[in-house]
Structures are given as C-alpha cells and as structure tokens.
C-alpha cells in the first residue's frame, strides 16, 4: 500500500510540475503562441556573397541593358505574392517600403526619367509620400447637395498595381578570368497609371541602388517563397544574383539614348527587337570563349 502511495503522489507532483510549466509558458491563461512550423527556424543571417573584383584593364566588352520583369507571368509570381504580409514573407514591395521605413535602404526618384540615382529620397516625409497619392473628389453641401467644388485627399496607393520592375545592368565579360558577368545596378517598381477603367501604362516610382540593397534582400525580413522546396531558405537576393526570372529588354545603350518602344511601335517588333539584342548578348558569348 506504501508503494502504491508512493506512485500517486509521484504522478500528482509530475502532473503539478507538468501544469505549473504550462501555465508559466502562458498555454493555459491564451498568451501562449505555439510555433506554426513542425520545427522551429534558426533565423541565421545568410551572408551576401561579395562580387570579384573587376579591373577595367581586364573587361574586354561591356554592354548595358535595361530590362522588365512582368510580375504578371506565372514563374515571376513570388515577386508578386502574398498579397498581404504572412508570418515568414512578403512580396518584394513590401519589403522595399519596410527598408525603406527602417532607412536600411535609400530611393531616388526618377525625375525626369533620371534613373543614374542622382536625386536621393532621405527624409521620412519623401519616403511616406512615394506610397501615397493625391486624388480629387467632388464636394456637396450636405443640405442643398450644392456642388462647392473639388477636394484634395490623400490615400495609400495600391500595391496591386506594382505588376512590374525595371532592372538596369550591365554584362560584362572578364578576360582575366574568362567569365561572363551580370551586375545588376539599379530597380525600380513600375506602377500601372489608371484614368477611370483606363491603363495609361506604367512609370517608375522611385530607383534603389541595387549594390546598396544586397545585405538587405537577404535578411530574415526579405526571404521568398522557394517553387522547388520549402525547406530551402530562399531571398530576395537569391533570386536577382541566380537569375530566378524572366525578362524583356525594352532598351540597350545606344548614341539615341532612346527605348526600343521609340522606334519599334508594333508590339510584335519590340519582342523581335529584344529577341534580338538578347541573341546578340549570347552569340558573343559564345564567339568570345570559342576555340
């Protein structure tokens, strides 16, 4: 009878222990939060791979393009979604307005379609203004419903409309190591202008130095839904430096400083044209490296 004793007072003060450690960890007063994961992240910072160092003497050719990327096809979505933040992401304008918030990255507005970032966006007051605009409604008075004229309001801009980006960079080709390069110098989101139900077409909001943004697309704030593998840890920066996108040239450095869309009005010639930049970008590739 002892012993039996013995075993419910151990099992009562295990119970006890048990209920005592629940209660401090707030599971059963509702505070507790358990984990949505079947186990828990590490939240390591993944470190920016430096580029090489290039020396002018050894670039043998160089060319700058300009390109879009359409968040509107299928392999581009994780740029795009969610739509509202979850527990482990964001889509990318999010995270560029969290940078931007937290001054851990720096915007330049595209005056004048300025994009060699030469106007910087610094105080709190410019950056909250790149996420707003100014819209007119009309006014009536309340009793007579007389028209008094028009409003001024401010409101968010919707990001639903940020469907592109624009990214400038240059290919350049190594002799010293015999390897073709891609740095990427600049983005910019592109937001579609609407008039009523009619699309205007799209402008850049503002451009970041993409050099200066590196260590912050690949912080635990920037990571990115992975397509092959969840346990993968992917970011932002993952997917610019290995090229996890599809894109359009829409200009290449010339004597006209002018886009493709300038000269080529058709739509169907303007896929030709950057076809064929992008064949050209290739073709030298191959003839550079061919022995």
């Known amino acids: 009878m002892k012993s039996i004793a013995t075993t419910i007072l151990s099992a009562a003060i295990a119970l006890l222990t048990v209920a005592t450690g629940y209660a401090q960890s707030g599971v059963l007063t509702g505070s507790y939060v358990p984990p949505d994961a079947a186990y828990e992240n590490d939240n390591y910072f993944k470190r920016v791979i430096p580029y090489p160092h290039l020396r002018e003497a050894d670039v043998m050719y160089k060319k700058r393009v300009w390109q879009d990327i359409d968040l509107e096809q299928k392999f581009n979505q994780p740029f795009y979604y969610p739509q509202e933040p979850i527990a482990n992401r964001k889509n990318l304008i999010d995270v560029i307005k969290m940078g931007l918030e937290e001054e851990r990255i720096i915007a330049y507005a595209p005056i004048n379609l300025d994009d060699e970032f ?10 909250n203004a790149l996420f707003t605009k100014t819209d007119q409604i009309d006014v009536y008075d309340q009793e007579t419903l007389e028209y008094l004229g028009k409003k001024d309001t401010i409101a968010p801009i919707n990001f639903e409309n940020i469907k592109r980006y624009r990214i400038k960079e240059e290919w350049i080709w190594d002799k010293q190591r015999s390897e073709r390069y891609v740095r990427i ?6 937001m579609l202008e609407m008039e ?64 493709i869309s300038k000269y080529a009005t058709d739509p169907l010639w303007q896929l030709a044209e950057s076809e064929r930049i992008q064949q050209e970008l290739f073709n030298l590739e191959h003839d550079l490296w061919h022995y």
Not at 119 to 126: A, F, G, M
Not at 219 to 240: G, H, K, P
Not at 241 to 252: A, D, L, N, P, T
């Open 185 to 190: 110098l600049g983005i910019a989101p592109m």
């Open 118 to 127: 030469r106007h910087p966006i610094l105080t709190k007051d410019e950056v």
């Open 196 to 259: 009523g139900d009619v699309e205007l077409g799209y402008t850049p909001m503002f451009w970041l130095y993409y050099p200066h943004c590196r260590e912050w697309f690949a912080s635990d704030e920037a990571e990115v839904y992975n397509i092959f593998n969840d346990a993968q840890r992917r970011t932002y920066e993952d997917l610019f430096q290995k090229r996890y996108f599809s894109s359009y040239i829409i200009k290449e450095d010339n004597a006209f400083d002018r886009y």
